[in-house]
């Protein structure tokens, strides 16, 4: 997790307001789910969102959304888990979908096993969203003009991609934040490296649906 005055400033990016419904997408340790959950309030919704392409080779991730779903004062939370591309059925409209370290997934071969593309899963999230709603991603940066080439073996994908698709599902990029850039990282290696763990150069985006 992030320092804490970038945590508050991410929080305002994704414009979480009280009562507002968010689905988190493959939580992981639900760090923001757990915040998102006390920026939302009791009126509000979480949806801890774990692909069931995830669930089948990582089966504790759903089991780690249901244990924090069950925690006092996480009664806003509720564990999800579908194929990727069905997440329009698995949910209630939403406010705020948000995707943190994973958008470069949706082009590795794990979450293409039951035919999910980055195209489908943005229209899907389109058709999530209510109108005037978020689409917010932040993730590791690729090189300028790599494209997708690095998403498998670095973990990685040029900023421009993600826009470009994302924007073809019919989204508006309605601003971008470079509090977790990095111009030292040389965007060649693993995001895994011990030379860079942690301290990737990272973009964030803010999509919406009109």
Do not use: C
């Amino acid at each position: 997790m992030y320092e804490q005055s970038k945590v508050s400033e991410l929080i305002g990016f994704a414009r979480v307001a009280a009562g507002a419904t968010v689905i988190d997408v493959y939580p992981g340790d639900g760090d923001w789910t757990r915040l998102f959950s006390d920026a939302v309030g009791p009126d509000g919704r979480v949806y801890g969102f774990v692909p069931t392409e995830i669930v089948e080779v990582m089966g504790d991730q759903l089991d780690r959304m249901r244990t924090l779903a069950q925690q006092p004062g996480r009664e806003n939370v509720e564990a999800v888990s579908a194929d990727l591309v069905a997440m329009p059925a698995a949910m209630q409209p939403a406010d705020l979908v948000w995707m943190h370290l994973f958008y470069h997934d949706l082009h590795t071969a794990l979450m293409q096993t039951k035919g999910a593309t980055a195209a489908a899963f943005n229209r899907a999230v389109y058709d999530r969203l209510k109108s005037g709603g978020f689409y917010v991603i932040v993730d590791h940066a690729a090189a300028a003009a790599s494209g997708t080439s690095d998403t498998q073996s670095l973990h990685r994908i040029d900023p421009a991609s993600v826009r470009k698709e994302v924007e073809a599902a019919g989204f508006v990029l309605e601003a971008q934040s470079t509090i977790l850039a990095n111009k030292d990282d040389p965007h060649a290696v693993k995001v895994f490296d011990p030379s860079i763990k942690g301290k990737t150069d990272r973009f964030a985006y803010r999509f919406v649906k009109l």
